[in-house]
């Protein structure tokens, strides 16, 4: 009987744009897989060369030179093991999403990524060429067939394959998380691993991109469909499996991660990856006593360590006792730096500079907007003068419907639980308490208020979260019309209230910092919505 055929999965966390480094990353792998693992073959992640997504870098000519360079450095250490890696390739005029087996200093196959996402956070159209023909390689001895991300989706490439006389898959991705998206993916392969007979080896990246997160969670499964192989979600590894004639054989399994699990460690990870790739010293926000900037802490702490993260306190005249008090001890509990800058005087000089022109005029939002921004100017200088980031708190509830003011609360470079619904605020505030309580209960037992005016709670202004919140999944997330929102049992005025709110603050969200992206429909690259529009709020 000859020996199984060693492959490596590579989950690796690259950088967009950085060739060099990607490249050399990459080699260490190599080497680690062909002496430590005495692995036949290595895969990478697609576009590994490049880091994903590499947006409108495609269109420069040096970059593609950049890449083809990085590409034949890979080469020359693809000696004693076959690499199989990601890249542009340019052939004839068009570029397409490539994957390439290196051996010995050569290319001795090169596949096209054959289905070009053209959704949600996706454009590859803009950059490829739809390629086509199967790529059969044999592995020490073994037919492989390889494809690339959205392949296995639409499955029929990998049919073809089989029917080429591939006897084992290998997909190499760049998929991004959101909520369920792990289980998603597996249900895909498996069903693709079942209808073609052949074990189907999943390799994906890892790491944070601007607002998306790839989760890794790689993972094999046999001709069966049976899962053999999955590795750790949010972290590097490289994960070794073996195949006996065309099965794998069972290995390490690492466990599912609950929802709020899987949630906080894509927050973590976006936020850590966001702070460390753009060379950040360090982290900077507004502690306010409420849950959003309790849980945003819990974040920044968790990701880049309290040392390098500062906590500010901006108390107002509206702001209450219990607020400091709960804010000071979280920032005790989780060994961060916590200042206290009051804003009455700042304030109140606003005010007094604005005396003449709002005379006769009665107070309202315009007041609450300017604390906001008072505290945006002190949260930017912060971050000037220390080079640390300012993560803004607002979560995807208020982003939604406007509830959070231009150039202050929304002021900032990062906005960590933007894509988080409040009700799910709450619930990761509540795992995160389990992990180690840190947060104090009364932050999150106690009322969301934005203490902008006198006894002011969010419920003057919007409905219940526990209500909001499904609304906002159904119109936002799924596109429903308001008519079929109400009749799932909604009232009809808080619908046409909500569906309103959301449609005529795109202006703000334009505005806002990038954001983790952790539900299947973000505001950003997901939902792009024309500012100045005569549709919205007239859907039946």
Same mark, same amino acid.
């Given at each position: 009987?000859?020996?199984?055929?060693?492959?490596?999965?590579?989950?690796?966390?690259?950088?967009?744009?950085?060739?060099?480094?990607?490249?050399?990353?990459?080699?260490?792998?190599?080497?680690?897989?062909?002496?430590?693992?005495?692995?036949?073959?290595?895969?990478?992640?697609?576009?590994?060369?490049?880091?994903?997504?590499?947006?409108?870098?495609?269109?420069?000519?040096?970059?593609?030179?950049?890449?083809?360079?990085?590409?034949?450095?890979?080469?020359?250490?693809?000696?004693?093991?076959?690499?199989?890696?990601?890249?542009?390739?340019?052939?004839?005029?068009?570029?397409?999403?490539?994957?390439?087996?290196?051996?010995?200093?050569?290319?001795?196959?090169?596949?096209?990524?054959?289905?070009?996402?053209?959704?949600?956070?996706?454009?590859?159209?803009?950059?490829?060429?739809?390629?086509?023909?199967?790529?059969?390689?044999?592995?020490?001895?073994?037919?492989?067939?390889?494809?690339?991300?959205?392949?296995?989706?639409?499955?029929?490439?990998?049919?073809?394959?089989?029917?080429?006389?591939?006897?084992?898959?290998?997909?190499?991705?760049?998929?991004?998380?959101?909520?369920?998206?792990?289980?998603?993916?597996?249900?895909?392969?498996?069903?693709?691993?079942?209808?073609?007979?052949?074990?189907?080896?999943?390799?994906?990246?890892?790491?944070?991109?601007?607002?998306?997160?790839?989760?890794?969670?790689?993972?094999?499964?046999?001709?069966?469909?049976?899962?053999?192989?999955?590795?750790?979600?949010?972290?590097?590894?490289?994960?070794?499996?073996?195949?006996?004639?065309?099965?794998?054989?069972?290995?390490?399994?690492?466990?599912?991660?609950?929802?709020?699990?899987?949630?906080?460690?894509?927050?973590?990870?976006?936020?850590?990856?966001?702070?460390?790739?753009?060379?950040?010293?360090?982290?900077?926000?507004?502690?306010?006593?409420?849950?959003?900037?309790?849980?945003?802490?819990?974040?920044?702490?968790?990701?880049?360590?309290?040392?390098?993260?500062?906590?500010?306190?901006?108390?107002?005249?509206?702001?209450?006792?219990?607020?400091?008090?709960?804010?000071?001890?979280?920032?005790?509990?989780?060994?961060?730096?916590?200042?206290?800058?009051? +804003? $009455?005087?700042?304030?109140? %000089?606003? &005010? #007094?500079?604005?005396?003449?022109?709002?005379?006769? !005029?009665? @107070?309202?939002? *315009?007041?609450?907007?300017?604390?906001?921004?008072?505290?945006?100017?002190?949260?930017?200088?912060?971050?000037?003068?220390?080079?640390?980031?300012?993560?803004?708190?607002?979560?995807?509830?208020?982003?939604?419907?406007?509830?959070?003011?231009?150039?202050?609360?929304?002021?900032?470079?990062?906005?960590?639980?933007?894509?988080?619904?409040?009700?799910?605020?709450?619930?990761?505030?509540?795992?995160?308490?389990?992990?180690?309580?840190?947060?104090?209960?009364?932050? +999150? $037992?106690?009322?969301?208020? %934005?203490? &902008? #005016?006198?006894?002011?709670?969010?419920?003057?202004? !919007?409905? @219940?979260?526990? *209500?909001?919140?499904?609304?906002?999944?159904?119109?936002?997330?799924?596109?429903?019309?308001?008519?079929?929102?109400?009749?799932?049992?909604?009232?009809?005025?808080?619908?046409?209230?909500?569906?309103?709110?959301?449609?005529?603050?795109?202006?703000?969200?334009?505005?806002?910092?990038?954001?983790?992206?952790?539900?299947?429909?973000?505001?950003?690259?997901?939902?792009?919505?024309?500012?100045?529009?005569?549709?919205?709020?007239?859907?039946?």
């Amino acid at each position: 009987m000859s020996a199984p055929l060693r492959i490596v999965l590579a989950q690796l966390n690259l950088l967009v744009g950085d060739i060099v480094g990607n490249v050399a990353k990459m080699c260490a792998a190599v080497d680690k897989a062909r002496g430590e693992l005495q692995a036949h073959a290595i895969v990478f992640p697609e576009l590994a060369i490049t880091g994903y997504p590499p947006e409108d870098l495609l269109l420069r000519p040096d970059f593609i030179a950049a890449t083809e360079q990085g590409l034949e450095e890979l080469c020359r250490a693809a000696k004693g093991i076959d690499v199989i890696v990601g890249h542009p390739s340019p052939r004839d005029g068009k570029l397409y999403n490539a994957a390439s087996v290196l051996r010995d200093d050569k290319v001795v196959a090169t596949y096209a990524k054959h289905c070009l996402p053209n959704y949600g956070v996706f454009d590859e159209k803009r950059y490829f060429t739809a390629g086509s023909g199967a790529c059969v390689v044999p592995i020490q001895n073994v037919p492989v067939a390889i494809t690339i991300c959205e392949d296995v989706w639409e499955g029929w490439p990998v049919d073809a394959a089989v029917k080429a006389g591939a006897r084992l898959v290998i997909n190499l991705n760049a998929s991004p998380y959101h909520l369920n998206k792990s289980q998603e993916r597996f249900e895909v392969v498996v069903q693709t691993a079942r209808r073609n007979h052949v074990a189907i080896l999943y390799a994906n990246l890892v790491g944070g991109q601007d607002e998306l997160v790839f989760d890794g969670d790689s993972f094999v499964v046999n001709a069966k469909g049976e899962l053999t192989h999955r590795a750790r979600a949010f972290e590097e590894e490289l994960c070794l499996v073996e195949i006996s004639g065309d099965n794998p054989v069972a290995g390490h399994i690492a466990p599912v991660l609950s929802e709020a699990a899987s949630v906080y460690g894509a927050l973590v990870l976006g936020v850590r990856d966001y702070i460390e790739k753009n060379k950040f010293r360090g982290a900077v926000l507004g502690l306010s006593g409420g849950v959003d900037s309790a849980l945003t802490l819990c974040l920044a702490v968790d990701a880049i360590g309290p040392g390098r993260v500062e906590a500010v306190m901006m108390p107002s005249r509206y702001t209450a006792p219990m607020s400091l008090e709960d804010s000071r001890l979280l920032a005790q509990a989780l060994g961060v730096t916590c200042r206290e800058i009051p +804003i $009455e005087p700042l304030f109140g %000089a606003f &005010l #007094a500079s604005l005396k003449e022109e709002f005379r006769g !005029l009665k @107070p309202d939002t *315009t007041e609450e907007n300017i604390q906001a921004r008072v505290r945006g100017v002190l949260l930017m200088a912060i971050s000037n003068k220390t080079g640390k980031i300012v993560l803004t708190t607002g979560n995807k509830s208020e982003m939604a419907v406007g509830y959070a003011t231009l150039y202050g609360d929304m002021a900032g470079g990062f906005a960590a639980i933007k894509d988080v619904p409040k009700t799910l605020v709450y619930r990761l505030a509540e795992w995160r308490n389990k992990v180690r309580p840190v947060i104090p209960r009364r932050i +999150i $037992e106690r009322p969301p208020s %934005a203490e &902008l #005016a006198p006894d002011q709670k969010d419920t003057d202004s !919007l409905p @219940p979260y526990a *209500t909001l919140d499904p609304i906002l999944e159904r119109y936002v997330e799924r596109d429903q019309r308001p008519a079929e929102i109400i009749a799932a049992g909604f009232d009809v005025a808080t619908v046409s209230r909500v569906v309103a709110m959301v449609d005529r603050n795109e202006y703000k969200r334009r505005q806002a910092p990038p954001g983790v992206r952790i539900t299947p429909r973000a505001f950003g690259r997901d939902r792009r919505y024309p500012i100045t529009s005569g549709f919205g709020g007239r859907r039946k």
